[in-house]
């Protein structure tokens, strides 16, 4: 297996020879599974998309740690010291993302190198220096630009794209760059199991106007070249089209995970006994400094039928997965995983457009409340166990129960990830929204609440246990949208979370032993947050 993802990569690239020889689907310009980027003799080898975000916030979170204050990704209370009090944060942040392809006429389409960069920083935070997220004090002159995607596309015939480098990596089997934002969070499986970018090849190809495959392979970590402590992962995706409206896929991936922890987000590590866990929210394995090693499987189903309203009133989707597999545990006993969970949306279009609507959306994931103390764990993992952000979750409309999409270089909330800790998660949330005027002015509400589905516990140093409950919050929240010119929107947003008793233990709240301020079985300040947003998407 040492060689495994080379030997995957050998393959498919024989496999794309053997397409490019093939006979060409032949159907039309309208009918094709991807948009065929067409460009007139006098138009430029080079095209650019830009995505400019500016933000404004006050909320009362904040991260406790002096040296987490520029970005703060992960789980609310979790290791990235997020906590919320009685004082109120204040602050703007704003983000630049151009993305830049290139068409040689020389290959007529043939080919194309796609790139994308990202600029990120607080107002004020720091200047004359280097590094990623950073760059906006008086003065300015920081070196940040962050490398987001840099690969190559490959399209021997209509229906076959083949892309190749650092990619993005989506549970999705549509190709991300034709693939808008809402198409992928209604879709497929949501990103909740894979939403980044990875380094390796994926082909998609369509041997049908109504069918969709994509099989990939890549590397999640090399560590060191002449050793067999790799991370790597591997997937195979298809989807069927039922009809005009409806349709059906699956999709299974596997991870070989030999790395024992090594490489990862900073000191932290990555893998599945690493500090990454507490920051995520995902599950830790908790087997100390002992190697291991990991085999895990995804394997699930989707479907949707008109997700966007676009082709009627009605529109509906979801998935269901389950994840298998055994990790090894030196001088241990071996752990079995067998955890499942799934999502569920229906939406009703009553008005106009499609921002009159209702939707409920809902999620359920399995959960356990003893660890791996029974050489068993039931719960679910996701690409946050190998990454940071690995998985996204912010498809439900909600703000602090499960995150928003709209952020710069903090993206928390009480539930950043499907597993929930390991103690599971089942949420439901309900939205509406209206067009005040017609595309130009959306006001929507929604609210949603969630609940464990394992009950956490804290064993104090005097050996007492404190446990918390399963309800983890109620949150309400509102939207305003004006939409000034095409694709540049001005937005006002807030949100309130009421906490619930799944807060009531060290397990969850983040307090210790050793915290002079509050009982260690104190609930924390509810989080609320107020922030406006302007967002211009450039052709």
């Known amino acids: 297996m040492k060689h495994a993802y080379?030997?995957?990569?050998?393959?498919l690239v024989f496999a794309i020879s053997g397409f490019a020889e093939a006979k060409v689907m032949t159907s039309s310009d309208e009918d094709e599974p991807y948009p065929v980027e067409k460009k007139s003799d006098e138009e430029s080898e080079f095209t650019f998309l830009g995505y400019y975000f500016m933000k404004y916030t006050r909320s009362n979170i904040a991260p406790t740690n002096e040296f987490l204050k520029g970005q703060v990704v992960g789980r609310l209370y979790g290791g990235n010291t997020t906590r919320t009090s009685e004082q109120t944060s204040a602050y703007s942040e704003q983000r630049f993302m151009p993305m830049i392809t290139y068409t040689p006429r020389l290959f007529d389409g043939w080919a194309k190198m796609r790139m994308s960069f990202e600029f990120d920083w607080t107002h004020g935070d720091v200047n004359y220096t280097a590094g990623g997220?950073?760059?906006?004090?008086?003065?300015?002159?920081?070196?940040?630009?962050?490398?987001?995607?840099?690969?190559?596309?490959?399209?021997?015939?209509?229906?076959?794209i083949v892309n190749a480098g650092l990619l993005r990596f989506y549970d999705n089997v549509r190709v991300p760059y034709y693939t808008p934002v809402g198409s992928l969070v209604n879709k497929g499986f949501r990103l909740m199991l894979f939403g980044s970018d990875a380094s390796g090849i994926n082909v998609h190809y369509s041997p049908r106007q109504n069918l969709h495959t994509k099989l990939g392979a890549y590397q999640l970590y090399e560590n060191n070249v002449e050793q067999d402590d790799d991370v790597q992962l591997f997937e195979a995706m298809a989807e069927y089209d039922l009809d005009v409206i409806n349709t059906i896929g699956f999709g299974a991936w596997y991870v070989r995970d030999h790395a024992n922890g090594e490489g990862g987000v900073s000191i932290l590590g990555q893998g599945l006994n690493s500090g990454l866990s507490n920051y995520n929210g995902v599950f830790n394995f908790d087997i100390g400094n002992r190697d291991y090693t990991a085999d895990i499987f995804w394997l699930g189903s989707s479907f949707h039928g008109n997700p966007l309203l676009d082709q009627g009133r009605w529109g509906y989707n979801g998935f269901a997965f389950t994840t298998l597999g055994q990790v090894k545990v030196a001088g241990a006993s071996d752990v079995d995983v067998m955890g499942f969970g799934g999502s569920a949306r229906v939406a009703y279009k009553y008005g106009r457009t499609t921002n009159d609507h209702i939707a409920v959306d809902a999620i359920f994931t399995s959960g356990d409340d003893d660890g791996i103390?029974?050489?068993?764990?039931?719960?679910v993992l996701t690409g946050n166990n190998w990454t940071s952000p690995g998985a996204l979750i912010f498809g439900q409309g909600l703000y602090m129960l499960t995150p928003h999409g709209n952020v710069v270089n903090r993206y928390y909330a009480a539930v950043v990830d499907i597993q929930n800790m390991g103690y599971g998660m089942t949420t439901t949330a309900l939205s509406a929204a209206y067009d005040i005027v017609p595309n130009k002015l959306r006001v929507k509400v929604g609210g949603g609440f969630g609940m464990a589905n394992a009950d956490p516990s804290y064993v104090m140093a005097d050996n007492s246990v404190i446990e918390g409950g399963r309800m983890i919050g109620t949150e309400v929240n509102l939207n305003l949208?004006?939409?000034?010119?095409?694709?540049?929107?001005?937005?006002?947003?807030a949100a309130y979370l009421a906490l619930g008793d799944f807060y009531e233990t060290p397990a969850t709240n983040g307090w210790r032993d050793s915290d002079p301020v509050k009982l260690a079985d104190q609930r924390p300040e509810d989080p609320w947050t107020v922030f406006a947003t302007l967002r211009w998407i450039m052709f």
């Open 6 to 11: 080379l030997s995957v990569l050998l393959i």
């Open 481 to 493: 949208r004006w939409t000034m010119r095409v694709f540049l929107d001005l937005e006002l947003h």
């Open 133 to 160: 997220n950073f760059g906006g004090a008086y003065g300015a002159d920081v070196v940040n630009m962050q490398t987001q995607n840099l690969f190559f596309e490959l399209r021997p015939q209509k229906n076959l």
């Open 373 to 379: 103390d029974d050489d068993t764990y039931s719960g």
